[in-house]
């Protein structure tokens, strides 16, 4: 049974930082992509970043500069650090996982709120 947990989420000012964690279980975690996404209230699920199983890496125009993923496979986890967090940042943000050389994110967590505000 594969299991993605997220934790790390909360709430900061803006301009502060955050340290999302990922950790799977139940898989092959060196085989996998992992990706993170975030939704927003009223808004769809959209892309944050993702690392490939190699540790290529991959991030959305508006967290370029900010967010950094990445993953220790020896823990089966990936992280997402966010820095320079602004308001619009806020959202619950999600943790995926695809095999390697597929294109579809086949496992999902349950997801941790972040809230940016003053």
């Known amino acids: 049974q594969v299991q993605l947990v997220e934790s790390g989420g909360g709430l900061v000012q803006p301009g502060g930082s955050l340290r999302l964690f990922c950790t799977a279980s139940?898989?092959?975690?060196?085989?996998?992509?992992m990706g993170w996404y975030r939704q927003a209230p009223g808004k769809q699920r959209e892309l944050v970043a993702t690392i490939t199983n190699t540790g290529r890496t991959n991030y959305a125009d508006p967290v370029k500069g900010r967010f950094t993923i990445s993953r220790d496979n020896a823990k089966n986890t990936v992280y997402l650090q966010m820095n320079s967090l602004k308001p619009e940042d806020t959202a619950v943000y999600y943790c995926?996982?695809?095999?390697?050389?597929?294109?579809?994110?086949?496992?999902w967590g349950q997801g941790t709120q972040v809230t940016v505000s003053s």
């Open positions: 995926a996982a695809r095999w390697y050389s597929s294109s579809r994110y086949a496992y």
């Open positions: 139940g898989l092959s975690f060196n085989s996998y992509s």
